[in-house]
């Protein structure tokens, strides 16, 4: 009879000795689920917060982020089939389907198209997939040239297929793919070393025989037009420039080229793919690597008398009927890189070539052919110094120009035209123009008199209030390091400042013109712009706080908060890129929630759509397999207990040892938790008072855990949501899900001060995307005056604290418990940021203890 009790107790212990261990093993995968868990709810929540356009982001970072995405989540569901006896297989299929399709949005490939290496202008339209073919500059030109009608000269595109060619004979793609990897869009430092080398395997690289012969023979048939043989201008036509895009000064053009250099400078325009401002600007507007495929266009070099820019709507002046010309003499790269102030027209639609307002500077120098090839700058004859580049006739027929070229595109222009010596005028360039949408402010004062006015000359070139320290740019060496926020202030305008364009608050040079390359770069990047101040690299400082004010054209000295309070905040807009437009389809496979509701019988993996489904599948059931309930009546450790409560929502506790009093039955009082943590935090839920006075319009809080319509559509199911805790004496992991709210709160408190914490994670809202956002910030806020280092991005937050005496840890858990109630369903009534602030301070107030 002993042996035969002995051997029963033997086979007991021995059980519950298995049980133990095989509750240690599981509990370990759960561990790494609720890792996994919160790894992938922050990773999805950052990809959301670059879509708010605010960031500055690049393919390599949503390569990065889908690759860490879904290694995750992969982890995730391994743990829960490991929790599981590996019965959740067809999870683990869902994963790669959905990883799969995310993939395929990621890795989608726009192909370069076959076609002839070039192409003869009168072939070419914006028709078809032209576009891609020859890149926008040529493709607009071909547009003017043969639907539009108007002068433009004979010429031919070098195609984009020519670019595909020249890699794959030199066996550059590979090399070119790898180095632009490498680089990423917030690692300056790099870039110079990035684009050396391109530069270099580019220069080093042989044009293929069949292209420098499709050159020739374009050549000699561009001859045969012309009825001579002409040198050349070569100018970039990529895929994109010009035509989504302006590109702006950012590739090489080449002047006078005579036609045996035609391969070599061919080479060198490839090559300018890769300069530093060029892959800025190209990682900025989130294109592919293959999207920077080149074209090139191939024009006779006119004999140019004066050229200019035409911009059929003045860019500071889009509600008022009016163009804006300006002009210099020779050929026209004075007149957009800044280095000489150009004459300026602003003419109206109406009226004829009645100039509204006219500025002829004194134009000292231009630039001209020289005989054999190449340009030269050289001294104005004396007589023309101050005299006006054009006429009435030709600001007539520029007019003309204006009216047409907007009647076809129905959108403003920006148009490059050049006079020849026989008094013909030409146009070489026709793209979309950026027009500013912003005004200054109603009734606001054209200068405040109690500010110190610095300076209050020069053209705007982007309308915009910006302050900050004045940063003296004299070299490319100056736009290294450049600060956030930092006022760049120069002597020329510059297409290579893109590189510091999206940390500039505002740019102020001495000389330039507002049709210039810079200026279109800063319209499209936002940053208030004043050029041609004539003095402004004298008059400002380095280090000097200054505000400018490009709505009425002044800059004052220091700070001007009333300025800075009207303004919108600057965002960089990149909306219709491509790697924008690709982040929007990846988020739209991995955010969005389907399934929602536990006890529908669509929560199934197979129902899994995103990698959020799978997220809230994989949680959810691997709460069940933590939490199974015993056979018994009475409760053995390492069984589930229900939670007795008056609360409307049911707790199951997991006691792994110490947690609850021994020898309990299936249900629990809250006087019989022994869990240091868990009966702080539980004491601050239980606790809860809620607020008596609130703001005019804001309705009761007494249905706190009622779900709202629009929640339960959302899957939250009304006193039915269920919240497990698993607890120890001194450890809790507390998972609660209150309507479409989750959050995680795990704790260790202890004699031992260091080995003491707190993490709190927290997830979701029923309401709109602001209205949980602001709930995040109101839970941000509240627990940063808990002591807790904080980190939230929408509606995701996290949040820590550690090494704090027992008393105190239990103090903030009580508080974290209060919380937790207090703001369950607050985002339905967060109608506005002044209510959010209006709840923070009501809840220290009356639960923190913290006074005005």
Known sequence: MNLLKRAWQYLAKTNKKKKTEDLAEKYAHFQRLLHANNQVLALMADMEEKLSGDYLFDFQYIRSSVNELCQETSTLVASLNSMGGWRYQDLSQALLRICSEVEKALHFKREIPVAPLVLPLEAITLEGNLVEVVGGKNANLGEVKNRVGLPVPHGFAVTSYAYKVFLEHNQLAARITELLGWWRLEDLDSLARVSEELKEIVQAAQVPPELEEA?????????????????????????????????AGQYETYLNVPPAEMAARYKDIVASLFTPRALFYYKNKGFREEEMAMGVAVMPMIRARASGVLFTRHPEMADQEVALINAVWGLGRYAVTGRVNPDQYVVPYRGGPEVVEKTIP???????????????????????????????????QLMEWAAILEGHYGKPQDVEWTLDEDGRLWLLQSRPLQVSVKKARAGRPRTLKQYTVLLDQGTVACRGVGAGPVVLVRRQEDLKNFPEGGVLVARHTSPR??????????????AGSPTGHMALLAREFRIPTIVNTGIATQVLQPGQEVTVDADYNNIYAGIVPELLESQEAK???????????????VVRKVVPLNLLNPQEETFTPEHCHTVHDIVRYAHEMSMREMFKLGEGEVVNEGEALELESNLPFQVSILDLGGGVKKGLRRRVKSQQILSLPFKAFWEGVTAMRWPQTKPAG?????????NTEAEVAQGAAPYRDRSFVILSKNYMNFSIRLGYHLSMVEAYVGDQINDNFINFHFQGGGSTSERRERRTRLIADII?????????????????????????????????????????????????????????????????????
Not at 571 to 585: G, H, I
């Open 784 to 852: 940063d005056h808990l002591d807790l280092h904080c980190e939230w991005k929408g509606d995701h937050l996290e949040a820590r604290v550690a090494k704090y005496p027992p008393q105190e840890m239990a103090q903030r858990l009580s508080l974290l418990g209060k919380l937790t109630v207090y703001t369950k369903q607050l985002d339905m009534v967060l109608f506005s940021e002044g209510i959010v602030d209006w709840y923070i301070k009501d809840f220290l107030q009356e639960h923190a203890g913290v006074k005005n």
């Open 215 to 247: 050159l020739n023979r374009a050549y000699e048939r561009l001859a045969e037009q012309e009825h001579n043989r002409p040198l050349l201008a070569m100018r970039s036509s990529a895929v994109g420039e010009d035509h989504t895009f302006t590109f």
């Open 571 to 585: 965002r960089n807009d990149l909306a219709e890129t491509p790697v924008f437009q690709t982040l929007k389809e």
């Open 362 to 396: 004194a134009k000292e120098v231009m630039l001209v052919n020289t005989p054999g090839g190449g340009v030269a700058e050289v001294p104005v004859p004396p007589e023309m110094v101050q005299a006006p580049c054009l006429n009435d006739r030709e600001i007539g």
């Open 698 to 706: 804001v309705q009761g809080l007494a249905s706190v855990f009622v």
């Open 497 to 510: 400042y893109v590189t510091v364009m999206p940390q500039a608050a505002a740019i102020i040079t001495d």
